[in-house]
C-alpha cells in the first residue's frame, strides 16, 4: 500500500504530487496525482482538509486533468485536495483492446469490476477507486513517510467526487452506488446513458459479459430510479451544445427525461450550456462553478 512519490511540483498556492503505490484491486502499480492546497503547506485548515477525486475519460492519465482543467486555483481558494487515479491498470501482461481501440482496455477501465476473463484479474477499478485508493492514502498520509506539512488530508469521510466523459460516468454512477460515501457529485459531459451507446455497450460487453441485466449495476440512468435520495445530496452536470461526442456516444437526452420522474427529481441538474465542445477548454471553463459547489457541500463555505 506504500506510495513511493517520484515527483513534487509547486503549483498554484500548494503542491502537485505525483505518487505510485502497488494495488491490491488491479495487481499492477497504480500512478496517481495528488494536488494539495496551500492550507496544508501553511497550517491555515481549521479541520481535515477534505478531498475531491477526479476521474478522468478514455485515454487519460492522471496528467491530463491535472495540467488542463486548472482545478489548482480553486483548491486553495476553498481548502480541499484534488485526487487524480488512472483510467486503468497499466502494464506489459495487462490485457487490451484485441481489436487495438483506445476505447476499451489500457486507458478505458470505465471504473467497472470486470467479471470477463481475462480483463477480471486487472480490471477491478469501481473497487479500486472507491475503497482500496482512499484507504491506501489514508494510511499513507499517518505514515512516517507522508509529504511534509502542516495539515491533515480526509480521503474517507469529508469527500466529493467529479469526472469527465468516461470518469464522468465512473462518478455518477459510484457516488449513486456509494451514497452515503460521497458529499456531492459532478460531471463533465458524461457518457450517461451506458447501455445504449457505443462507448458503453463495447466496455460493458467486454468487462460484464452479455447478460445486460449485470449491466444495469452501473447505469444512472437506472441507478436514479433504484437509489433512494438523501437528504443534502446533489449532483451536478455540465454538457456542451457543440460536443462532437454528444450523439451517439454521451445520449444525454434520455437522462434529462427520466430526472423529473425519479427519486433524485429537483436535485440533479443538467446544464447545457451554448457553443461548449467535449474538450479540456469546456471542462476549465466550468471548473469554478464545479469547485464551489462542491466546496458548499464540503462545509467550506
Given at each position: 500500500m ?18 505510485m ?8 502499480p497504480?500512478?496517481v496525482?495528488?494536488?494539495?492546497p496551500?492550507?496544508y503547506?501553511d ?9 475531491l ?11 491530463n ?6 482545478w489548482?486555483?480553486?483548491?486553495d ?9 488512472d483510467t486503468?491498470?497499466r ?12 476505447d476499451f ?9 470486470a ?9 477491478n ?5 472507491h475503497s482500496e485508493l ?22 474517507i ?8 466523459s468516461m ?10 452506488k ?9 460531471a463533465?459531459?458524461p457518457?450517461?446513458?451506458?447501455t445504449?451507446?457505443?462507448?458503453g ?11 445486460k441485466e ?10 436514479i ?10 449532483i451536478?452536470?455540465h454538457y456542451?451544445?457543440?460536443?462532437q461526442w454528444?450523439?451517439?456516444?454521451l445520449?444525454?437526452?434520455?437522462f434529462?427525461?427520466l430526472v423529473?420522474?425519479?427519486k ?13 465542445d ?7 471553463t ?5 469547485a ?8 467550506l463555505i
Open positions: 506504500s506510495f513511493k512519490i517520484k515527483e513534487e511540483i509547486r503549483c498554484a498556492g500548494g503542491k502537485l504530487l505525483k505518487v503505490h502497488q494495488s491490491k484491486a488491479t495487481g499492477t497504480m500512478d496525482n495528488l494536488y494539495l496551500q492550507q503547506y497550517g491555515t485548515a481549521k479541520a481535515k482538509i477534505p478531498s477525486y477526479f476521474l478522468s475519460g478514455l485515454t487519460c492519465t492522471p496528467n486533468a491535472s495540467e488542463k482543467a486548472f489548482q486555483r480553486e483548491a481558494k476553498y481548502g480541499f485536495a484534488m485526487v487524480f487515479p486503468s491498470p502494464g506489459p501482461n495487462v490485457p487490451t483492446d484485441p481489436e487495438g481501440g483506445w482496455g489500457v486507458g478505458a477501465g470505465f471504473y467497472v469490476n467479471t470477463q476473463p481475462p480483463f477480471n484479474t486487472n480490471f477499478m469501481y473497487q479500486y477507486v482512499p484507504n491506501a492514502l489514508t494510511d499513507f498520509f499517518r505514515s512516517e513517510g507522508r509529504p511534509a506539512g502542516l495539515g491533515s488530508v480526509d480521503f469521510d469529508n469527500v466529493s467526487i467529479t469526472g469527465h470518469g464522468g460516468f465512473g462518478a455518477v454512477s459510484g457516488f449513486l456509494n451514497i452515503n460515501k460521497y458529499k456531492s457529485c459532478s463533465f459531459a457518457i450517461i446513458d451506458p445504449t451507446t457505443p462507448w455497450v463495447k466496455a460493458f460487453t467486454g468487462y460484464l459479459g452479455t447478460n449485470t449491466w444495469r449495476e452501473y447505469d444512472p440512468c437506472e441507478l430510479n433504484e437509489v433512494p435520495y438523501v437528504a443534502g445530496k446533489e451536478l452536470i456542451g451544445t457543440n460536443d454528444k450523439e451517439p456516444y445520449r444525454p437526452e434520455h434529462i427525461k423529473p420522474q425519479s433524485w427529481a429537483n436535485h440533479i441538474d443538467v446544464k447545457l450550456v451554448d457553443g461548449f467535449h474538450s479540456y477548454y469546456f471542462i476549465s466550468f471548473v469554478p462553478e464545479h464551489e459547489f462542491h466546496a458548499k457541500h464540503l462545509g
